[in-house]
Each structure stands twice: as C-alpha cells, then as structure tokens.
C-alpha cells in the first residue's frame, strides 16, 4: 500500500510490480509539470497511463513471409528461389 511519507520509493517500486519502466522513467517529470500546470489527479492519471500506453505500442517494421496463416500460400512448398 502507498504512504504519504515516501510517495517515490513507492511509485518505483509499483512501477516494477506492474512491469511500467516507461512510466517510471516519466512520473518525476510528469509530476513535475502536473503541478505547475494546476492538473487534477484525474488528468495526471491518465498523462501517465498515456505515456506507457505509448510506450508499449512500439511499431516492428519485419520483412519477408508474413507468420499469419491468412496471408500464406499453406500449399507452398517453398524452394531456394521462394523461401
């Protein structure tokens, strides 16, 4: 359970329990900015899930055969020219 009387270590180490790197690396900074711009809790909660939401949503550009069943010719047999 979070205390009041050590709000960061707490953040850490529920940033770990939740597997969140990218908002612990964010929190400080964002907290920083939530109080110099009058933000409710509401608003800081949700810059912070935005932030490891984005995080998360990283893009793999990958090159070749699709893995996906729908996109494969299953009856190929594949051979040096089509592998």
């Known amino acids: 359970m979070a205390t009041a009387t050590k709000p960061s270590a707490d953040i850490a180490f529920l940033c770990r329990a939740l597997k969140a790197p990218s908002l612990a690396a964010a929190v400080d900074r964002l907290g920083e900015r939530a109080r110099s711009e009058g933000w409710s809790h509401e608003e800081f909660l949700a810059a912070c899930l935005e932030r ?6 990283e ?5 070749g055969d699709s893995y996906r069943p729908k996109d ?4 190929r047999v594949p051979t040096d020219d089509n592998a």
């Open 52 to 57: 490891e939401v984005a995080a998360r949503a």
């Open 59 to 63: 893009v793999v550009n990958l090159k």
């Open 72 to 75: 494969r010719d299953l009856g």
